[in-house]
């Protein structure tokens, strides 16, 4: 019996929720007195497989090919498949990215394995997993329940706390792939994976959103919400009425269609605050707004908030953070 | 050839916060019912294609007997055909059993070499249902997909949206494709189309038709709301924009939160 963690791999190196994956899974791993696996896959896996040593597994799998070199499914799958036999897990986990979702959910599928897909929390009982997940577009909690041996889940982001590199690491074990090229169904014909300098919206712990009140003048608003965002080291977010309008890319939208945030900080910058951007932020620790209408239902939902011009206030908000964080 | 488009009815979204715990579990959920927004883009996929290919459509949904809405919705921006897949005999069906009954409902209409389906649903948020009808017809998964560059030949080759980027990907056909909302605008149903669509037949396929059976893997416990934390905002206020400013970064430092 052991807990598996599949360790994505990116251009900038791990997923970084996976080391929230390694604290919780050593949590389940010592509840189903079992072993707490890592599972790294690609063309080059030393250094992540080093890195999941250092944070605690009691073994690291590799499997090492050229064929792994970009993500397929079909690749992978085979590869998960390979891992969960040999490491006898019972728990499969990934964070909830969109290759972790697809990884999990089609390679549960195959092992005829029940998934509680972009988990929001995970316990055992009765020597199983149960997983709590956030429905209806986080308006219901439900626990999902699991009546297959083998259980999946994909893990949302900022879920738990990250474990801390600690150098106690287990052993390495390289497994085969089991495929040749020609075995592998889909071609990648052209990648525009880039690494990012842009901290990642659903990792943040800090996250700035910009929305419609910047349509004076869009350019400037959203060049100040960044600016807040640089000094505080934060995530730019958006509307989606900042999106259709044009004035930030989609991978910015935060909210029922865009993207669901959990981060410690979240500040709203001229957005009312509709029901649907609420459901992509509303699980934030303190939500900050700045709009200049006192009856925005933004400030109902709010922790702090200023009733101001964005223009005026954003530029003073950003001076008074430089002064205090140097 | 075919094309399939998987269509889930689900509540309006701005009612979702009215749903209660008690009607979510008895699965009568008391809201207006529409055609689950991310599968408009599939179904506007499905008719781009058609006029590019020469392919015909068909709208496949499971749902209670009396979830057509979602169908005739497909049906009125000029999807070809549709059909219903009733659950009744189904249980609490997971993704996996729902997955297993769309699969083969998806084999039902002979001909069909596209699968095209939404991101995700807005009640059952899984993103997962388009995994298990790949898995279950042994047929290639494209997820989140922004354009399908080409169709033929056997071969799909599609843009897909990743974290950090974007991809160009080739795989064989037949293939399950579900669809990021960069795909298409989708077009509102006609005049025309809607009285097409409510004059329509929609002719329904039940478990035993499709010789599937509950297969679910997991099952909903302990439905709940969210805690609603009930928080009382702090309106900072002040003689200038630069004391409020200074204030509100004191607060915020003061939460430990950066
Ligand atoms: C199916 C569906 C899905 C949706 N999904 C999403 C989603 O994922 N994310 C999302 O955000 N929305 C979503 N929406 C849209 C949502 O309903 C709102 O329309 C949208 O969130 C409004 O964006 P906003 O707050 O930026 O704009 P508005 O509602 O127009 O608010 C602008 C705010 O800026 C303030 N303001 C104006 N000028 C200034 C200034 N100079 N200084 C300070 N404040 C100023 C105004 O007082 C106002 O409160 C969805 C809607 C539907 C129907
Ligand atoms: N009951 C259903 N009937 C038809 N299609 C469905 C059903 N459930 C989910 N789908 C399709 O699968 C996609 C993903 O749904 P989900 O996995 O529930 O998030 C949806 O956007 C639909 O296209």
Same mark, same amino acid.
């Given at each position: 019996?052991?807990?598996?963690?599949?360790?994505?791999?990116?251009?900038?190196?791990?997923?970084?929720?996976?080391?929230?994956?390694?604290?919780?899974?050593?949590?389940?791993?010592?509840?189903?007195?079992?072993?707490?696996?890592?599972?790294?896959?690609?063309?080059?896996?030393?250094?992540?497989?080093?890195?999941?040593?250092?944070?605690?597994?009691?073994?690291?799998?590799?499997?090492?090919?050229?064929?792994?070199?970009?993500?397929?499914?079909?690749?992978?799958?085979?590869?998960?498949?390979?891992?969960?036999?040999?490491?006898?897990?019972?728990?499969?986990?990934?964070?909830?990215?969109?290759?972790?979702?697809?990884?999990?959910?089609?390679?549960?599928?195959?092992?005829?394995?029940?998934?509680?897909?972009?988990?929001?929390?995970?316990?055992?009982?009765?020597?199983?997993?149960?997983?709590?997940?956030?429905?209806?577009?986080?308006?219901?909690?439900?626990?999902?329940?699991?009546?297959?041996?083998?259980?999946?889940?994909?893990?949302?982001?900022?879920?738990?706390?990250?474990?801390?590199?600690?150098?106690?690491?287990?052993?390495?074990?390289?497994?085969?792939?089991?495929?040749?090229?020609?075995?592998?169904?889909?071609?990648?014909?052209?990648?525009?994976?880039?690494?990012?300098?842009?901290?990642?919206?659903?990792?943040?712990?800090?996250?700035?959103?910009?929305?419609?009140?910047?349509?004076?003048?869009?350019?400037?608003?959203?060049?100040?919400?960044?600016?807040?965002?640089?000094?505080?080291?934060?995530?730019?977010?958006?509307?989606?009425?900042?999106?259709?309008?044009?004035?930030?890319?989609?991978?910015?939208?935060?909210?029922?269609?865009?993207?669901?945030?959990?981060?410690?900080?979240?500040?709203?910058?001229?957005?009312?605050?509709?029901?649907?951007?609420?459901?992509?932020?509303?699980?934030?620790?303190?939500?900050?707004?700045?709009?200049?209408?006192?009856?925005?239902?933004?400030?109902?939902?709010?922790?702090?908030?200023?009733?101001?011009?964005?223009?005026?206030?954003?530029?003073?908000?950003?001076?008074?953070?430089?002064?205090?964080?140097? | 050839?075919?094309?399939?488009?998987?269509?889930?009815?689900?509540?309006?979204?701005?009612?979702?916060?009215?749903?209660?715990?008690?009607?979510?579990?008895?699965?009568?959920?008391?809201?207006?019912?529409?055609?689950?927004?991310?599968?408009?883009?599939?179904?506007?996929?499905?008719?781009?294609?058609?006029?590019?290919?020469?392919?015909?459509?068909?709208?496949?949904?499971?749902?209670?007997?009396?979830?057509?809405?979602?169908?005739?919705?497909?049906?009125?921006?000029?999807?070809?055909?549709?059909?219903?897949?009733?659950?009744?005999?189904?249980?609490?069906?997971?993704?996996?059993?729902?997955?297993?009954?769309?699969?083969?409902?998806?084999?039902?209409?002979?001909?069909? &070499?596209? *699968?095209? $389906?939404?991101?995700?649903?807005?009640? +059952?948020? =899984?993103? #997962?249902?388009? /995994?298990?009808?790949?898995?279950?017809?042994?047929?290639?998964?494209?997820?989140?997909?922004?354009?399908?560059?080409?169709?033929?030949?056997?071969?799909?080759?599609?843009?897909?949206?990743?974290?950090?980027?974007?991809?160009?990907?080739?795989?064989?056909?037949?293939?399950?494709?579900?669809?990021?909302?960069?795909?298409?605008?989708?077009?509102?149903?006609?005049?025309?189309?809607?009285?097409?669509?409510?004059?329509?037949?929609?002719?329904?396929?039940?478990?035993?038709?499709?010789?599937?059976?509950?297969?679910?893997?997991?099952?909903?416990?302990?439905?709940?709301?969210? &805690?609603? *934390?009930? $928080?009382?905002?702090?309106?900072?206020? +002040?003689? =200038?924009? #630069?004391?409020? /400013?200074?204030?509100?970064?004191?607060?915020?430092?003061?939460?430990?939160?950066?």
């Amino acid at each position: 019996m052991s807990v598996l963690v599949w360790i994505e791999q990116t251009p900038d190196g791990p997923v970084s929720s996976s080391w929230e994956l390694a604290g919780k899974g050593r949590e389940l791993a010592d509840a189903l007195d079992g072993k707490l696996v890592a599972l790294v896959m690609g063309a080059e896996t030393s250094a992540a497989a080093a890195a999941a040593q250092a944070h605690g597994f009691d073994t690291v799998y590799t499997i090492t090919d050229p064929a792994l070199a970009n993500y397929r499914l079909s690749a992978y799958a085979a590869g998960l498949k390979q891992a969960v036999t040999a490491g006898g897990a019972t728990v499969v986990l990934a964070a909830a990215t969109n290759f972790g979702r697809e990884l999990t959910a089609y390679g549960a599928c195959q092992l005829g394995a029940g998934l509680a897909a972009d988990a929001v929390d995970l316990r055992v009982e009765g020597g199983k997993l149960v997983a709590v997940r956030s429905v209806y577009s986080n308006n219901i909690l439900v626990d999902i329940v699991f009546e297959t041996p083998v259980q999946v889940a994909s893990v949302r982001p900022r879920s738990f706390p990250l474990l801390e590199a600690s150098a106690s690491g287990g052993e390495i074990t390289a497994l085969d792939l089991g495929l040749a090229e020609d075995d592998i169904p889909e071609k990648v014909l052209e990648s525009k994976v880039t690494a990012g300098s842009e901290v990642s919206l659903t990792d943040a712990s800090v996250v700035v959103s910009g929305g419609r009140g910047v349509a004076s003048d869009p350019e400037k608003g959203f060049a100040l919400v960044t600016e807040l965002a640089d000094v505080l080291d934060a995530a730019v977010g958006a509307s989606r009425a900042a999106v259709d309008a044009g004035y930030i890319p989609y991978k910015h939208q935060v909210g029922q269609t865009g993207k669901v945030v959990r981060p410690d900080l979240y500040i709203a910058v001229g957005i009312s605050g509709a029901i649907q951007h609420l459901a992509g932020m509303g699980g934030s620790k303190v939500i900050v707004a700045i709009n200049k209408d006192s009856e925005a239902p933004i400030f109902e939902k709010a922790n702090y908030g200023i009733v101001g011009d964005l223009y005026e206030v954003l530029p003073a908000l950003t001076v008074a953070f430089q002064e205090r964080l140097g | 050839m075919k094309i399939a488009v998987l269509i889930k009815q689900t509540p309006d979204t701005a009612e979702l916060p009215k749903v209660s715990a008690e009607e979510v579990k008895s699965g009568d959920v008391n809201a207006t019912m529409v055609i689950n927004p991310w599968d408009e883009y599939a179904a506007e996929e499905a008719l781009l294609l058609d006029d590019r290919f020469g392919a015909g459509s068909v709208a496949l949904s499971m749902g209670s007997e009396d979830a057509t809405d979602a169908l005739k919705h497909a049906l009125a921006m000029g999807i070809g055909e549709a059909v219903l897949i009733d659950s009744s005999a189904l249980g609490d069906a997971d993704m996996w059993t729902t997955a297993a009954a769309l699969a083969a409902a998806v084999k039902e209409q002979g001909d069909v &070499e596209l *699968v095209l $389906t939404g991101k995700q649903s807005v009640d +059952g948020n =899984s993103g #997962a249902l388009f /995994a298990g009808v790949a898995c279950k017809l042994g047929w290639s998964l494209l997820t989140n997909v922004a354009k399908i560059v080409d169709m033929g030949d056997g071969f799909i080759t599609v843009e897909r949206m990743v974290d950090g980027g974007q991809e160009t990907v080739q795989a064989p056909l037949p293939a399950v494709v579900s669809v990021a909302k960069e795909i298409n605008d989708p077009r509102y149903p006609s005049f025309m189309g809607i009285r097409k669509a409510n004059r329509a037949n929609i002719p329904v396929l039940t478990a035993a038709d499709l010789g599937v059976s509950d297969v679910s893997a997991t099952e909903w416990a302990n439905i709940r709301k969210p &805690e609603q *934390v009930e $928080t009382e905002v702090v309106i900072i206020e +002040g003689d =200038s924009v #630069a004391e409020k /400013a200074a204030k509100l970064a004191d607060a915020i430092m003061a939460e430990k939160v950066i």
